[in-house]
């Protein structure tokens, strides 16, 4: 579980109001179609969708029914076979590889299963890591990352690295990268995964604080009840198609 | 950023740049060793036939290096070599009779070379002096003296004292013969010069052969970079005497043999290099195969969070650079260390290579041109073979890279 005077100072740091009913991504028509041993895969299917600003929206299903596809093409990773994804005012769609790159390095967080930290870096190095991509300050980066870690409860972590961390604290420095550049939305997928129940839960806490907190729109896939719960929204997908997509209390279970 | 991040990369698997470290530090030193060695080898054998036997450079009359015709003397030789002398960049003048000879004991012959030479002028410009075995240079108080080599008075059972009859052409085209006798054995690394020269005085060869001036005229720098220059105002200075049909060579038209074989050795040299060097290289893609093989997911992680392809390629090809320049510089430092060494050791030379005219000990100098050379050609390798792997994770798909 995230510590309390970790969320004292998440609190301290972050006000943020939401504003669900303003879109910040809208899917239009969106389909992805693989061909795989000549056989056409119809991994997503004429999804449309609005995403809010500061929503929690967990994206669930069983594997292979098209969430990370989906979430690929939300984030510019992959581009889809058919319709639109807008970013605000950006058609990702439209934009070249450049274009693309700069786009998912200035305004999403990415959080993957396997973490995917650089192994040769330090927690500290791997939370500042985008920010050095994005050539900001070196004291600037070093402080963001002090802040991030101490937020989530790693101050004492900041020179060790990835292999000498938990899982959970791996994930939690992963979420801290993804957080750092201060992103306009976070997607996660499958973010607890590879976590037992309390490391997830303490994910979850710090995910949870961090949406309310700063209003970072978070994006996740997953086939995790524990996370399912904890959504406000939650889009049940199957086949590479939307089946459900309903609002929970956004209250309920937060982080005590 | 991408520099600290490549040089950490280099330490993921310390045993496999290490093993690739210790090849590049043994081929690199023994590449720069060679090379030296080589060219020390290459210019110890011609500066020994320079300083024995040609000088840097020779003049003589048109059409007289074709057939030795005693006739085709150098007029007013003696003006000329004053000029000469006042030329910028000459150290040494002097003159020379040169004539076809045979050289007969009671117990052999041999067909030789037969130089008469001004003794005092001839140690300005030759060395020969320094490589007496036995005896002592010729000088003005001697009775028809002669300088043979060891090679020589072994072939015609001489010994110091010991006569010989000499036969040439005279000026006429009569064959005449006089008798010599020997006062200095000598013994150079110019095993080809060793064979075929017999020294006397200029004056004993006038007297013998009726030849008034000489045949030759010998020119030695003060630094043998200046030859072409130098070559360029003596041959300027040739054509402008009215009458003169003297022609200017350098040591390169008369040792042919030997400046074919400096660039032999040079060659041979930097193929050696760039076998190691592309040996080498072949490690290094082999090693950047293996990581971009490994990292397939972590490349399609630092592009997914909006790492440049550029980025992601500099990254990779300065791995390769590090790695490499680790290598060279390490190798290259060893090789000076070497080379240093060695310069004050020397190095044995062992086999019949001193017939070919090669010292037994060699004392290699360290040619900075060759460290730019290897450190240029690792380099340019290096940039061409990490190309390869860099562009192939360029290519990769991060969605499928991160699936991997």
């Not at chain 1, 719960?229 to 049940?236: C, G, H, K, N």
């Not at chain 2, 590049?24 to 030193?29: C, E, R, T, V, Y």
């Not at chain 2, 290459?42 to 007289?64: K, P």
Request: glycine share 6%.
């Amino acid at each position: 579980m995230i510590p309390y005077f970790t969320r004292d100072i998440v609190s301290h740091f972050f006000h943020y109001h939401s504003n669900y009913d303003m879109p910040v991504i809208q899917l239009k028509n969106l389909s992805k179609t693989y061909t795989s041993d000549a056989i056409e895969v119809h991994a997503v299917r004429n999804v449309t969708l609005n995403f809010g600003e500061g929503e929690f929206t967990a994206i669930a299903g069983a594997s292979g029914s098209g969430k990370t596809t989906l979430l690929n093409m939300i984030g510019g990773i992959d581009t889809p076979s058919t319709g639109e994804v807008w970013v605000g005012p950006k058609n990702i769609g439209a934009m070249n590889d450049k274009e693309r790159t700069a786009f998912r390095r200035d305004t999403i967080g990415f959080v993957f299963q396997s973490y995917n930290l650089l192994p040769v870096l330090t927690a500290a190095e791997n939370v500042g890591f985008i920010m050095e991509l994005q050539k900001r300050p070196k004291r600037e980066t070093e402080e963001r990352s002090f802040e991030l870690l101490s937020a989530i409860g790693l101050s004492d972590k900041l020179n060790v690295r990835p292999n000498k961390l938990s899982g959970g604290q791996q994930q939690r420095v992963a979420v801290a990268r993804a957080l750092a550049h201060r992103p306009k939305f976070v997607i996660a997928d499958e973010p607890t995964a590879n976590l037992d129940s309390a490391s997830a839960a303490g994910l979850l806490d710090m995910m949870q604080m961090l949406n309310r907190t700063e209003g970072i729109t978070f994006i996740f896939s997953t086939h995790d009840q524990r996370v399912i719960d904890r959504a406000q929204r939650v889009i049940t997908f199957g086949d590479g198609q939307v089946q459900n997509d309903e609002q929970h209390d956004e209250t309920r279970n937060l982080p005590q | 950023m991408t520099t600290q991040l490549a040089w950490k990369n280099l330490w993921r698997n310390p045993t496999r740049s290490l093993v690739f470290l210790a090849a590049a530090l043994i081929g690199f030193a023994m590449a720069l060793f060679a090379l030296n060695v080589m060219k020390s080898i290459a210019e110890q054998r011609l500066n020994d036939a320079v300083n024995t036997q040609t000088s840097h450079l020779q003049i003589h009359r048109e059409g007289f290096m074709a057939d030795k015709d005693i006739a085709l003397t150098i007029d007013n030789a003696d003006a000329l070599t004053s000029r000469i002398q006042a030329v910028s960049g000459v150290s040494a003048v002097a003159k020379r009779i040169s004539s076809n000879a045979v050289v007969a004991t009671p117990e052999n012959s041999i067909a030789c070379e037969l130089k008469g030479v001004n003794p005092v002028e001839e140690r300005t410009v030759t060395v020969l002096a320094d490589f007496l075995t036995e005896g002592e240079f010729l000088n003005d108080e001697q009775k028809t003296p002669v300088l043979v080599s060891k090679r020589t008075a072994d072939k015609l059972k001489l010994r110091l004292r010991s006569k010989l009859i000499a036969t040439v052409k005279d000026v006429r085209g009569e064959i005449v013969g006089a008798s010599f006798r020997v006062v200095g054995i000598f013994a150079t690394p110019n095993s080809v010069f060793d064979d075929n020269t017999v020294i006397a005085r200029m004056n004993d060869m006038q007297t013998l052969t009726s030849v008034s001036a000489p045949h030759e005229i010998a020119i030695k720098l003060t630094n043998p970079s200046d030859l072409p220059r130098t070559q360029a105002t003596i041959a300027e200075m040739l054509k402008s005497k009215v009458g003169s049909d003297g022609e200017i060579a350098s040591w390169k038209a008369l040792l042919p043999e030997l400046f074919a074989f400096d660039g032999f050795i040079n060659m041979i040299g930097v193929l050696f290099t760039i076998v190691i060097i592309i040996g080498l290289g072949f490690s290094i893609l082999n090693i950047m195969n293996m990581i971009v093989q490994e990292r397939t997911r972590e490349i399609g992680m630092l592009r997914a969070i909006g790492q440049s392809k550029a980025s992601v390629f500099w990254m990779l090809v300065q791995e390769a650079f590090l790695l490499m320049a680790l290598g060279a510089a390490s190798g290259i430092a060893l090789g000076c260390l070497l080379v240093e060494v060695v310069s004050k050791t020397g190095i044995s030379i062992s086999g019949g290579l001193t017939t070919l005219g090669i010292r037994p000990v060699i004392y290699p100098a360290l040619n900075p041109a060759f460290v730019v050379m290897i450190s240029i050609l690792a380099a340019a390798l290096t940039l061409v073979i990490a190309m390869l792997p860099a562009l192939r994770a360029l290519r990769m798909n991060p969605t499928t890279a991160l699936r991997e």
